[in-house]
């Protein structure tokens, strides 16, 4: 088997990558454990994916993902559907929820701790409130972009409510609410987690802590590893169906 | 309420029009959502005086001690310093990894996955690896929001490069302009408006890293402010530090855009 220039390339960063990393772990330049041997990280990987305790919180956290992106998306998905179609009520509002976008949805988790507990409920009404925010943003943007002609056509030819949803407006939102679900996602993984590390017992970002704490560091490297894996898996999977659904789109459109 | 949508959605023409101020579309626009956000607070303070939460205006008065007590401007300088000394690396670090990626095609076929990758992934995660790198200290919360901010503009900085028109670039040959000054005179400015969204989103990232990590972490500037009040239970105060971060977020994100919107004009 022949390797690509690139393939190899690739292998030679990443073995120059572990290589440094030996180094630096051997040469007392940092504190010691700090940059365990690989070897010693995939003990811990091993370990980990055997250990009942791994599993019960990889459950509970992806159980947390999945409650907060589907409360928040529902919410993002209603609320945007209303925002755009508010008139100059909606439109002012939807200021405020651009610029409530951009704020660091953490500051609420004080607020979030005293009215849901400190069990999973917090962290998933912080995924939730935090992910609802690019549906909301996106469908009400879209609502705004469907052509004025098409709303007179369904008035003209007097379709019922339905109709008009299920003829006009979900056309119109399928995309940006696909595409607003693959950012979410993102967002409800980061909330959830660092919810989970600021304060809780169970879930994969209690591990981190936990081994944090103990200066476990092969096993907080461990765990990283999955989650970092589990996130970009996800996102590139929502990212290939964005894709195919959009080719999918566009070819009805031309059929059509 | 449908009917005001299609005049909505019917273009700029009735924005545009003049007549009494009050009546202005985008007055009344601005002037229903306060009126909503008012009146919300308003039954808010109805729930608190029958002992809910503390009074809206408890929280307002409460900003007066976090300015003595809590040194709340110091705090905000900290913070906005972390923000922009995180962002400002992330800014040169991404600009010329953009240009690297833009640049050498063995180079982006190798890491433009991977730099898609790192975009997608909760990177703030990291933060315990980075306290245990760089000690808990301001080191750490500048690295974390470099990290936050490097990615969006190292994409949407080669992004931009890659998108020069090429009617341009053949003006530039024809011109017989050398390699040097063609990328400098076409494609630097043709990049420029990707590149500035890339830095604002970048700018974006940072302070929710830096916020993130503060709150996270019990150090640093207005977040540890909001972890802090939270321990001991001062809930006025607390809800004002939340309204504090909120404006501030809300201001830069407009600061930043207005900044971006009237460097690419013209």
């Not at chain 1, 052509?147 to 008035?155: E, G, H, I, K, N």
């Not at chain 2, 600009?95 to 909760?122: E, K, T």
Request: net charge positive; with cysteine.
């Amino acid at each position: 088997m022949v390797l690509g220039p690139a393939m190899r390339l690739r292998i030679v960063v990443i073995v120059g990558f572990i290589a440094v990393w030996q180094a630096l772990g051997a040469s007392g330049l940092v504190y010691p454990g700090v940059a365990p041997s690989w070897l010693a990280i995939l003990a811990a990987l091993a370990k980990l994916l055997i250990s009942p305790e791994f599993w019960i919180g990889f459950s509970v956290t992806a159980f947390e993902i999945l409650a907060a992106l589907s409360i928040g998306a529902a919410a993002g998905i209603i609320i945007g559907i209303a925002l755009g179609m508010g008139g100059y009520v909606g439109r002012g509002l939807e200021r405020y929820a651009h610029y409530l976008a951009s704020t660091p949805k953490i500051v609420f988790l004080p607020l979030i701790f005293i009215l849901c507990g400190i069990g999973p409920t917090s962290k998933i009404a912080l995924g939730a409130f935090a992910c609802s925010f690019p549906l909301i943003l996106g469908v009400a943007s879209a609502m705004r972009q469907i052509p004025t002609v098409y709303l007179s056509v369904a008035r003209s030819f007097d379709l019922s409510r339905w109709q008009q949803a299920r003829m006009l407006y979900l056309p119109a939102l399928f995309r940006p609410i696909i595409t607003g679900l693959r950012i979410a996602l993102g967002i409800a993984f980061s909330a959830c987690l660092v919810a989970e590390m600021k304060f809780s017992n169970v879930g994969l970002g209690s591990l981190i802590v936990g081994s944090y704490e103990h200066s476990r560091f092969a096993e907080v490297y461990a765990v990283l590893v999955v989650i970092v894996g589990f996130a970009i898996t996800a996102s590139a999977m929502l990212a290939r169906l964005d894709r195919q659904l959009r080719l999918g789109s566009a070819k009805i459109r031309d059929f059509l | 309420m449908g009917r005001e949508s299609s005049i909505i959605a019917g273009g700029e023409d009735v924005f545009s029009r003049r007549g009494v101020w009050i009546l202005d579309p985008r007055w009344l626009s601005h002037l229903s959502a306060a009126g909503i956000v008012l009146a919300l607070a308003l039954a808010l303070e109805v729930a608190v005086r029958s002992g809910l939460l503390p009074a809206p205006s408890a929280v307002l008065v409460s900003i007066l001690m976090l300015l003595d007590e809590e040194q709340l401007l110091r705090r905000f300088a900290m913070t906005a310093g972390e923000v922009l000394a995180g962002a400002g690396s992330g800014m040169i670090i991404g600009v010329v990894l953009g240009w690297l990626l833009h640049r050498g095609r063995l180079i982006r076929l190798v890491f433009m996955g991977w730099v898609i990758g790192l975009a997608a992934a909760p990177l703030i995660l990291l933060y315990p690896l980075f306290l245990v790198f760089f000690g808990r200290g301001l080191a750490t919360i500048v690295a974390m929001s470099a990290v936050a901010a490097v990615t969006p503009i190292i994409l949407k900085t080669c992004e931009g490069l890659d998108a020069a028109r090429q009617v341009l670039i053949d003006v530039g040959r024809s011109f017989d302009l050398s390699p040097a000054r063609l990328f400098w005179r076409i494609r630097v400015p043709s990049a420029m408006p990707s590149i500035l969204s890339g830095i604002r989103l970048g700018l974006a990232y940072a302070l929710v890293g830096v916020i993130g990590v503060e709150y996270l972490t019990n150090f640093g500037g207005l977040g540890e402010l909001i972890a802090d009040l939270a321990d001991r239970y001062e809930m006025a105060a607390m809800y004002c530090s939340i309204l504090f971060v909120m404006l501030v977020s809300a201001s830069f994100l407009a600061a930043i855009e207005r900044l971006e919107r009237w460097l690419t004009r013209g």
